[in-house]
């Protein structure tokens, strides 16, 4: 596939207009990020006037997935514990996901799985901000959901060609696109401005030691997306099981034992959780 054809896919994919479109709290709190004045009291203040998003990001911070089950009572509290970077990529997801759930039905719920397999597995490894791996694997997949809305002709056959040949969902965009979802999380990585940590978990979960500065990230995604797959949360565009590039496994220091633990601990979690979240 030509790079013209590449650039006109990718132009279309970023279009402001038809994007599903996020709030203009969003576009306030990036300013805010941007100012040295601007405090967390300011930046929770923006978000807490929008009350429907709010509620969103409230209900999502007081899952399971983020650690603080129950306990998170205001979006200052959450910005406190949790950082701007989770809460923006929140606010990325909740309002996306909803726009287009019905365009691609079951992504959501896989989205879901994979984030808490991601807080699982970054907690276990001892890593400091698991809540960051969490919403790299809430946004692993947002390129497929873009996809659906943008270019919905494309979606249609990429549909059709992974029932005829059995094939991942993967390889049918890259035969249909040129590309997958992944080089469209990049694009929407750079376009929404997100934090690097995240970017190269969306990025590169498929491939993780290509990721040049985060490849334990793109790590944990790719096994969070494997167990979400493993325990049927939801539907990512076809019905098989990643494979998992073992000297990714090695690098976060998982040998066959842990990943026994690991497979009992999100499997403990999973059903419990998701069932909370759609409520």
């Known amino acids: 596939m030509g790079n013209d054809l590449i650039t006109e896919y990718k132009g279309r994919l970023l279009q402001v207009t038809d994007l599903p479109a ?4 969003f576009e306030e709190v990036n300013r805010l990020v941007e100012s040295p004045d601007a405090s967390p009291e300011q ?5 807490s006037y929008d009350q429907a998003l709010a509620a969103r990001v409230l209900r999502m911070v007081n899952s399971p997935i983020y650690g603080f089950p129950g306990r998170i009572s205001s979006v200052q509290h959450a910005l406190v514990l949790l950082g701007l970077n989770v809460i923006r990529g929140l606010i990325i997801s909740t309002t ?17 799985g994979t984030s808490l397999a991601c807080s699982t597995i970054a ?14 694997g809430l946004l692993h997949d947002i390129g497929k959901a873009i996809c659906a809305v943008q270019l919905s002709e494309a979606k249609a056959e990429m549909d059709n060609l992974v029932k005829q040949e059995d094939i991942s969902y993967r ?3 890259i035969r249909i696109l040129g590309f997958s979802h992944t080089r469209i999380n990049s694009w929407l990585g750079g376009h929404w401005n997100l934090p690097l940590l995240i970017r190269q978990g969306m990025e590169f979960h498929h491939e993780p030691l290509r990721a040049e ?27 098989g ?11 976060l220091g998982l040998n066959q034992k842990k990943m026994e633990e690991l497979v009992d601990a999100v499997g403990e979690e999973i059903v419990t959780v998701l069932a909370q979240l759609k409520g």
Request: with cysteine.
């Open 213 to 239: 500065f985060h490849p334990d990230v793109a790590a944990v995604v790719q096994l969070g997306d494997m167990f979400a797959r493993i325990f049927d949360c939801g539907f990512g565009g076809d019905t």
């Open 96 to 112: 996306v996901f909803e726009a287009i759930n019905a365009s691609m039905a079951g992504l959501w719920d896989h989205s879901l």
């Open 171 to 173: 390889e049918a965009e």
């Open 123 to 136: 907690r276990a490894i001892g890593r400091k901000n698991p809540e960051e791996y969490a919403v790299a």
């Open 43 to 47: 930046i929770a203040k923006v978000i």
């Open 22 to 25: 996020l709030p203009a709290t």
């Open 241 to 251: 099981v990643n494979a998992i590039d073992p000297r990714g496994m090695k690098m």
